[in-house]
């Protein structure tokens, strides 16, 4: 059992419950091993039920870079040109050229603490930074995927991790440049590093192992083709269409955009996530939508970094399946991730309840449900509270002012819209309480060795 973590009561009894077909009352979900044994809806409270006023499904984050929390904040200065994306990542390439494996550990506890605080209770952690501060692989190539795994196990939340694939600095294999030494693999030594991180990942309880192309203009088409051994059934991530840039780039190069260079030298799936998507034609959006790939959608980033907007009317109108990621976690917070998710579209289409499809749909709850069964789909497990599930569960305080009477789906509206991470009371990941109070348990020695890196790298 993790430390800090509570004996596992056999049952839990919710008065308001998150259940896969809506808002259901008096609520027992028993746990067994992790998972939950068995769900009964208008049940009556027994004496060795551990009580609590309601409960939703732990969020699934599909996207994450968990290092990158260390420098949240750190780069929202004008530079000297138009800044964008470009400059941002040329300050995240400094500050990466200085982690050790024990500092990428200390700070993704952090992050990884700080997520499941948040409401996130599995991450997809899509890991580039595989190689020492000088490129050189370490003597066990999967030593940054351990170091990740090891910090994922320290906070106790579930992982899936996505170890990433990096060889060229852009479109038509151009040489990686030197701030990108540390990411770049062949892909025999991909191969290695796969079975490595697998190998790793054995000692976490449910830890899925990805297969990830960065991005079109990091792999070389064969690559793209000759990974298809390793796919095995694996979640397969990929940024894609994230900036103009990248668009106009892949046009120079191909002729394609990128969505549609991938759906037609590629394709794609269900096993597919497509991290950002946020550039696409409407043709591009509807083939996305019909493959059952899923939209990785990271709100706060994307509003962070200037990307743009993804097209999201299109795409649920056409049957797509999205998650959401908190991606450079510079705020990592699900219900404020789910709300940008939504203001965004209200600002530039001039209307609100953009995200609920149907006439009198809830918001909040279309939000919240869309994005754990797209995001748990996007990390290779099943989420929800049901039967045979993981036991990844998030209490609200209903005694939250922004909270008071609520129920049904005025539970999941307030939460996303009006109280947020404040109202989030108790958290258990694979049937352990880790938060109570909105407060980890590890909280407090998580914090202090990330301190004690942050000196290190930036004091
Ligand atoms: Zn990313």
Known sequence: MLEGSEALPRSLFFEHCLLPDGWARDVRVTLEGGRIAAVEVGAQPCAEDARHACALPGMPNLHSHAFQRAMAGLAERRGPSNDSFWTWREIMYRFVDRMTPDDVRAIAALAYVEMLEGGFTRVGEFHYLHHDRDGQRFGDIAEMSAAVLAASGEAGIGMTLLPVLYSYAGFGAQPPQPGQRRFVNDLKHYARLLEGAEQHARSLPDAVVGVTP??????????????????????????????????????????????????????????????????????????????????????????????????????????????????????????????????????????????????????????????????????????????????????????????????????????????????????????????????????????????????????
């Open 214 to 459: 960065h991005s079109l203009r990091a792999v070389a088409p064969e690559q793209l083709r000759d990974i298809a051994p390793l796919l095995q059934g694996r979640p397969v991530h990929i940024h894609i269409a994230e900036q103009v840039k990248e668009v106009d780039d892949c046009l120079a190069w191909s002729g394609q955009r990128p969505v549609e260079w991938l759906a037609d030298r590629v394709g794609m799936n269900a096993a597919w996530c497509l991290v950002h998507a946020t550039h696409m034609t409407d043709a591009e959006t509807r083939t996305v939508a019909a493959s059952g790939a899923v939209a990785g959608l990271c709100p706060i980033t994307e509003a962070n970094l200037g990307d743009g907007l993804f097209p999201v009317e299109t795409f649920l109108d056409a049957g797509g399946v999205y998650g959401i990621g908190s991606d450079s976690n510079v705020l990592i917070d699900c219900a404020e991730e789910l709300r940008l998710l939504e203001y965004g579209q209200r600002l530039t289409r001039r209307a609100r309840n953009v995200m609920a499809r149907g006439a009198g749909e809830s918001t909040g709850t279309a939000l919240y449900a869309g994005a754990v069964a797209g995001g748990a789909a996007a990390l290779g497990v099943a989420g929800g509270i049901a039967a045979g599930r993981p036991a990844d569960i998030v209490s609200l305080n209903l005694d939250h002012p922004a909270m008071l009477h609520r129920q049904g789906d005025a539970i999941t509206d307030s939460f996303v819209f009006a109280a947020g991470r404040s109202a989030i009371d108790c958290v258990w990941r694979h049937g352990d309480k880790l938060v109570s109070e909105g407060r980890h348990h590890a909280r407090d020695r998580v914090v202090r060795d990330y301190a004690k890196v942050l000196e290190k790298l930036i004091a």
